[in-house]
């Protein structure tokens, strides 16, 4: 319990450095735009109304064989409802990607497995102005091996968005999503021979939400993305993806009305890889 009330106040301190140094974060809604030429600072018009609007943050660097953080806030009065992040090259991987609702924050990392290359990515978050609440669960992984967690909302709300927080640059996360109105499952495969720790939120709200996915094959050794749609008149308050066994989640994002994941085959076989959003009409 102390080591991970530390990682928690260290990514407390991260988010509030961090939001230091972005003061001036692009605001907006996301639009329909290809999201590797979005540059930091660009303002998005779409189709989101207040009520639930996305912020995306600007690019961070990733060295060559380590990995970094980064993090978008909420502005005054809101709270995220979901979030995620964009990656720009194959070899960068998720590892984290969760609320501080301490801060208004949401906190992403990602891994470059690259020897030569550097990679770079950037934070989105999705903010609401009505009732949010965040709820964590923390499990162990055996070394090895995949390990599915759970988390859940508390009675009377409802699932609005999920994420996950690897304690290790070898944890690759295979699943993020929820599985009905109150559940996030996430699924990861510890590259590790030792028991790290990941922990599995749930966002909530208390508005009427609904999900909707899209599937697509991918091939032995293949990194490709898929995006679920919301349908017209309902917004993205969150979402995330699936891609089963030796399928690692690269990048989550809102996008496009909808929501995006790309994810890697490492596999010998072909896979399928489900991309899941979680839509609310807006107020």
């Known amino acids: ?22 003061a001036s974060t692009s605001v907006g809604a996301i639009a329909a735009e ?9 303002l998005h018009t779409g189709a989101l109304r207040f009520g639930y609007k996305a912020f995306t943050g600007g690019w961070v660097d990733v060295r060559p064989g380590t990995s970094n953080w980064g993090s978008v806030h909420c502005p005054p009065g809101t709270s995220p409802s979901g979030g995620g992040g964009h990656v720009d090259n194959n070899s960068m991987f998720m590892l984290t990607s969760d609320p501080v609702m301490e801060t208004g924050a ?9 020897p030569n290359t550097w990679g770079r990515f950037y934070p989105v978050v999705l903010c609401t ?26 009675p009377g709300e409802r699932q609005s968005g999920g994420g996950f927080d690897s304690w ?7 699943d993020a999503f929820s599985v009905n109105d109150v559940t996030q499952q996430v ?30 094959t991918l091939q032995a050794q293949e990194s490709n993305w898929v995006r679920a749609y919301c349908p017209n008149g309902w917004v993205p308050t969150g979402g995330g993806g699936r891609g089963g066994q030796y399928t690692y989640l690269q990048h989550s994002e809102p996008a496009a009305s909808g929501w995006e994941v790309r994810s890697k ?7 399928t890889l489900t991309a899941q959003v979680i839509c609310a009409v807006p107020r």
């Open 187 to 216: 699924r990861v495969t510890n590259e590790t021979g030792w028991q790290p720790e990941v922990d599995t939120w749930v966002v909530c709200g208390r508005d009427n939400y609904i999900v909707r996915t899209a599937s697509i």
């Open 106 to 114: 949401w906190v992403v990392q990602f891994v470059n497995t690259s």
């Open 34 to 42: 290809v999201p590797s030429q979005r540059p930091a600072g660009a």
């Open 129 to 154: 102005n009505g009732e949010s609440y965040a709820h964590k669960v923390e499990s162990w992984v055996n070394p090895n091996q995949e390990t599915t967690m759970t988390s859940w909302c508390a």
């Open 265 to 271: 085959n490492t596999g010998r076989f072909p896979a």
């Open 1 to 22: 319990m102390g080591s991970s009330l530390f990682r928690r106040a260290r990514r407390i301190a991260i988010g509030a450095v961090l939001l230091a140094l972005t």
């Open 168 to 174: 290790s640059t070898e944890v690759r996360i295979n």
